[in-house]
Nanobody, 122 residues
């Protein structure tokens, strides 16, 4: 089994900062992609920031470029999203996602965390 455990989030005033962390545990051979998405009620889930191509590339949503930074610790299978200069429109439930191969030859599967609320007050 594989689990994604998220931490961080909460309530912050506009202009403030928060940090989200996600740790993958369990039977893991490799992680091809890992990062964060967010969702506002009634809207589709959207990409925030994600490592792809085995961690060689990083994709950011245009709306967070220059404000958010994604980092990773490969030895611990964790990613951290540092969110600065937060805006009320960043308010959402943030979900960690990872595309994980559980063993050599496995086709892989996308796992999701339980979600953590980020609320930015104006």
């Amino acid at each position: 089994q594989v689990q994604l455990v998220e931490s961080g989030g909460g309530l912050v005033q506009a202009g403030g900062s928060l940090r989200l962390s996600c740790a993958a545990s369990g039977s893991i051979f490799s992680i091809n992609q890992m990062g964060w998405y967010r969702q506002v009620p009634g809207l589709p889930r959207e990409l925030v920031a994600v490592f792809t191509d085995g961690g060689r590339l990083t994709n950011y949503a245009d709306s967070v470029k220059g404000r958010f930074a994604l980092s990773r610790d490969n030895a611990k299978n964790t990613v951290t999203l540092q969110m600065n200069s937060l805006k009320p429109e960043d308010t959402a439930v943030y979900y960690c996602s990872a595309y994980i191969l559980r063993y050599r030859g496995h086709s892989g599967y996308e796992y999701w965390g339980q979600g953590t609320q980020v609320t930015v007050s104006s």
